[in-house]
T-cell receptor, first 110, second 115 residues
Framework: GDSVTQMEGPVTLSEEAFLTINCTYTATGYPSLFWYVQYPGEGLQLLLKATKADDKGSNKGFEATYRKETTSFHLEKGSVQVSDSAVYFC?????????FGTGTRLTVIP | DAGVIQSPRHEVTEMGQEVTLRCKPISGHNSLFWYRQTMMRGLELLIYFNNNVPIDDSGMPEDRFSAKMPNASFSTLKIQPSEPRDSAVYFCASSLTGGGRTEAFFGQGTRLTVV
């Protein structure tokens, strides 16, 4: 069945470090892919998305490229900030559903 | 649009009591999801509706949980009777699904504590 697998955390980085959070998906057909971010005490917010192969989603310095050949959608940021500390969720669409990964907690220390 | 609106934001109740969580999706959206989030189990899909019809409720933990969507602008999640292990943050989300391409928008969640 459809599913999403993402890198388990927690991840702790120093400010200005490079971030990668891995995400792979299993799907029948061609899903849309998303990264959501959850800040403490809040709901999930859409960070970026890609709707077809080779699309690159980007927002707030974060990027992810839809790789059909490797069924991946890894999240990257070149220089993280303390304000990026949050939980990040990878997600994939099904027929009428949305599948989430387990979430990766990122902590950025000054 | 005000986004997905959930109420209450916080709920503290005693074991055995009935709890009703409410959700108003974004106007025009035709899919609605209820999720539960805990430290131990992460984000779990409980049930989702498409055009007010429950499509998949396999994530509902047990018969104590029920969800309704009487119209396109309102949904409820009810727990009766509540138990301490139901303590979690419950999120409602809505989306406009047309070929499954669009993202879901989440409410702020209801933090439920059952004592």
């Amino acid at each position: 069945g459809d599913s999403v697998t993402q890198m388990e955390g927690p991840v702790t980085l120093s400010e200005e470090a490079f971030l990668t959070i891995n995400c792979t998906y299993t799907a029948t057909g061609y899903p849309s892919l998303f990264w959501y971010v959850q800040y403490p005490g809040e709901g999930l917010q859409l960070l970026l998305k890609a709707t077809k192969a080779d699309d690159k989603g980007s927002n707030k310095g974060f990027e992810a490229t839809y790789r059909k050949e490797t069924t991946s959608f890894h999240l990257e940021k070149g220089s993280v900030q303390v304000s990026d500390s949050a939980v990040y969720f990878c997600a994939s669409t099904g027929a009428n559903n949305l599948f989430f990964g387990t979430g990766t907690r990122l902590t950025v220390i000054p | 649009d005000a986004g997905v609106i959930q109420s209450p934001r916080h709920e503290v109740t005693e074991m055995g009591q009935e709890v009703t969580l409410r959700c108003k999706p974004i106007s025009g959206h035709n899919s609605l999801f209820w999720y539960r989030q805990t430290m131990m189990r992460g984000l779990e899909l409980l049930i989702y509706f498409n055009n007010n019809v429950p499509i998949d409720d396999s994530g509902m933990p047990e018969d104590r949980f029920s969800a309704k969507m009487p119209n396109a602008s309102f949904s409820t999640l009810k727990i009766q009777p509540s138990e301490p292990r139901d303590s979690a943050v419950y999120f409602c989300a809505s989306s406009l699904t047309g070929g499954g391409r669009t993202e879901a928008f989440f409410g702020q969640g209801t933090r439920l504590t059952v004592v």
